[in-house]
């Protein structure tokens, strides 16, 4: 069977990329052809996300509608109820009227029991900042008997030291006042 010239140079041009190497220019084809398809795939990804996300805002402010809707809708069915399901709505409102009164009281003693707790843990840090403080005063006062001409240091820093351990002595004395006021104030059980 003879082939035709057309088929002849179809089958011919497989065979001639295979034989010769790319050259720069070509490769640079093929990536760029390559990188323009990926391009338009993000794209569309990229749309689809942004039309997905714009539909589900819509579906949830269209909710939001019919929620207000089903609030009216239930304020109407609420005067057409017999005398029985009323009794037992109000029944359930008394509950939860109870239950936020208890719940009030349970967080009003959880509140002043960490109160308590949070305070012991800051006298403790104000016990161990005036202890390092005067632990530092000890260290100057060494220094300034070892450094000849350093006694200005040591009269310097010893005020400013002092000054600090009275502002910690003042900061326990409130914490303590905090403890003792919410100590008072818990509800005897």
């Given at each position: 069977?003879?082939?035709s010239k057309p088929e002849e140079e179809e089958a011919a041009a497989p065979e001639a990329e295979v034989a010769e190497p790319l050259t720069p220019e070509q490769r640079m084809a093929v990536l760029e052809k390559s990188l323009g398809t990926t391009?338009?795939?993000?794209?569309?990804?990229?749309?689809?996300?942004?039309?997905?996300?714009?539909?589900?805002?819509?579906?949830?402010?269209?909710?939001?509608?019919?929620?207000?809707?089903?609030?009216?809708?239930?304020?109407?069915?609420?005067?057409?109820?017999?005398?029985?399901?009323?009794?037992?709505?109000?029944?359930?409102?008394?509950?939860?009227?109870?239950?936020?009164?208890?719940?009030?009281?349970?967080?009003?003693?959880?509140?002043?029991?960490?109160?308590?707790?949070?305070?012991?843990?800051?006298?403790?840090?104000?016990?161990?900042?005036?202890?390092?403080?005067?632990?530092?005063?000890?260290?100057?006062?060494?220094?300034?008997?070892?450094?000849?001409?350093?006694?200005?240091?040591?009269?310097?820093?010893?005020?400013?030291?002092?000054?600090?351990?009275?502002?910690?002595?003042?900061?326990?004395?409130?914490?303590?006042?905090?403890?003792?006021?919410?100590?008072?104030?818990?509800?005897?059980?």
């Amino acid at each position: 069977m003879a082939k035709s010239k057309p088929e002849e140079e179809e089958a011919a041009a497989p065979e001639a990329e295979v034989a010769e190497p790319l050259t720069p220019e070509q490769r640079m084809a093929v990536l760029e052809k390559s990188l323009g398809t990926t391009r338009i795939m993000l794209f569309v990804v990229a749309l689809l996300l942004i039309v997905s996300l714009a539909a589900s805002v819509a579906i949830l402010l269209l909710g939001t509608g019919n929620s207000q809707e089903d609030t009216e809708l239930a304020a109407t069915a609420d005067s057409a109820q017999p005398i029985e399901q009323r009794q037992l709505a109000e029944k359930v409102e008394a509950n939860l009227t109870r239950f936020d009164e208890r719940l009030s009281k349970i967080e009003t003693v959880v509140e002043k029991t960490n109160t308590g707790r949070f305070a012991d843990i800051l006298i403790e840090q104000e016990k161990d900042k005036q202890q390092f403080v005067l632990a530092a005063k000890d260290a100057i006062t060494d220094l300034a008997r070892m450094v000849p001409g350093s006694r200005t240091w040591l009269e310097l820093y010893s005020e400013q030291i002092g000054n600090a351990v009275e502002r910690s002595k003042a900061r326990m004395t409130t914490i303590g006042a905090i403890k003792v006021e919410s100590a008072e104030a818990k509800p005897a059980q």
